[in-house]
């Protein structure tokens, strides 16, 4: 489930993508600094999303500086701030899962290994979060329970993810702000959690029937999967409108509008609008 909350960087403009390659370097630094190398290894878009999100709406003071990685060899700007921490620790968690349910899935030794290697950061990391630490290994044991008992209610496994997201979301635990936006950002995550779960659902279909896979999907109608993507994406920007988002506004809303439908595949082959 990891890489759809992504920017359409061709509707970006120049200093938006210098923005979000910014912001993406420096959650990479972040993941380096807390997990090393592998850590870097778990970077994804979805928690550089979430972090500018969040680092707009509480308005956070960030550091821009230059640096040089064997990815990226010349001189690039990075982003730093307090969003990005948190974000790196969210990820360096889910990263540990997805090894985890990789190994039990297709019993790959790589997997195995990320996932004790990433294992022993967990406990500092469930210190700092304790809630979302609990939330994150709640919902994904529902999540497998769900499928090993084959649930074809689409709904149940769509809402259980997206509360996990909707949690996540709602980073900061007190102040008056926080009152204030918690319960829009949960609304926003829990309807982009259900996205994300029926996205990967619709777009694995194919590959799950053939390879005797659970898929919620596989008695629905084809032709609905389009409209409840939208109706979904509707419900997120709907939770996003209601935050006053400022800085980078326009990368948060190509993410929304745009560059989340970039990876939808319909079983039928069609695209988004002819679907």
Same mark, same amino acid.
């Given at each position: 489930?990891?890489?759809?909350?992504?920017?359409?960087?061709?509707?970006?403009?120049?200093?938006?993508?210098?923005?979000?390659?910014?912001?993406?370097?420096?959650?990479? *630094?972040?993941?380096?600094?807390?997990?090393?190398?592998?850590?870097?290894?778990?970077?994804?878009?979805? /928690?550089?999303?979430?972090?500018?999100?969040?680092?707009?709406?509480?308005?956070?003071?960030?550091?821009?500086?230059?640096?040089?990685?064997?990815?990226?060899? =010349?001189?690039?700007?990075?982003?730093?701030?307090?969003?990005?921490?948190?974000?790196?620790? /969210?990820?360096?968690?889910?990263?540990?899962? %997805?090894?985890?349910?990789?190994?039990?899935?297709?019993?790959?030794?790589?997997?195995?290994?990320?996932?004790?290697?990433?294992?022993?950061?967990?406990?500092?990391?469930?210190?700092?979060?304790?809630? %979302?630490?609990? !939330? =994150?290994?709640?919902?994904?044991?529902?999540?497998?329970? /769900?499928?090993?008992?084959?649930?074809?209610?689409?709904?149940?496994? /769509?809402?259980?993810?997206?509360?996990?997201?909707?949690?996540?979301?709602?980073? *900061?635990?007190?102040?008056?702000?926080?009152?204030?936006?918690?319960?829009?950002?949960?609304?926003?995550?829990?309807?982009?959690?259900?996205?994300?779960?029926?996205?990967?659902?619709?777009?694995?279909?194919?590959?799950?029937?053939?390879?005797?896979?659970?898929?919620?999907?596989? !008695? %629905?109608?084809?032709?609905?999967?389009?409209?409840?993507?939208?109706?979904?994406?509707?419900?997120?920007?709907?939770?996003?409108?209601?935050?006053?988002?400022? *800085?980078?506004?326009?990368?948060?809303?190509? !993410?929304?509008?745009?560059? !989340?439908?970039?990876?939808? *595949?319909?079983?039928?082959?069609?695209?988004?609008?002819?679907?």
């Amino acid at each position: 489930m990891f890489g759809t909350v992504r920017a359409n960087r061709k509707a970006l403009s120049p200093e938006e993508r210098k923005r979000y390659d910014g912001a993406y370097c420096g959650l990479c *630094r972040e993941l380096g600094a807390k997990a090393g190398a592998l850590g870097r290894s778990c970077l994804s878009y979805d /928690m550089t999303f979430l972090s500018m999100l969040l680092s707009s709406l509480y308005n956070l003071d960030e550091q821009q500086e230059n640096c040089v990685c064997r990815v990226r060899p =010349i001189s690039h700007p990075f982003i730093a701030n307090e969003a990005l921490s948190y974000c790196a620790d /969210m990820n360096i968690t889910l990263a540990y899962y %997805q090894a985890l349910d990789d190994w039990k899935d297709d019993r790959k030794k790589s997997a195995k290994q990320k996932s004790e290697a990433l294992a022993k950061h967990l406990p500092e990391i469930a210190e700092k979060w304790p809630r %979302q630490c609990r !939330v =994150i290994k709640e919902k994904l044991k529902s999540l497998s329970e /769900m499928e090993k008992a084959n649930e074809l209610n689409p709904d149940l496994p /769509m809402n259980c993810f997206g509360e996990l997201l909707g949690e996540l979301f709602m980073w *900061r635990e007190q102040g008056p702000d926080v009152r204030d936006h918690a319960p829009a950002l949960k609304a926003m995550g829990a309807a982009l959690g259900r996205f994300i779960y029926l996205l990967d659902a619709c777009n694995d279909l194919k590959r799950d029937i053939k390879k005797q896979r659970y898929n919620p999907l596989v !008695v %629905q109608r084809r032709e609905e999967f389009t409209p409840l993507l939208t109706m979904m994406m509707a419900e997120c920007t709907a939770a996003f409108d209601k935050l006053p988002i400022n *800085r980078d506004s326009g990368i948060l809303r190509n !993410v929304l509008y745009s560059g !989340v439908w970039q990876s939808y *595949r319909h079983p039928s082959g069609k695209k988004k609008a002819e679907a």
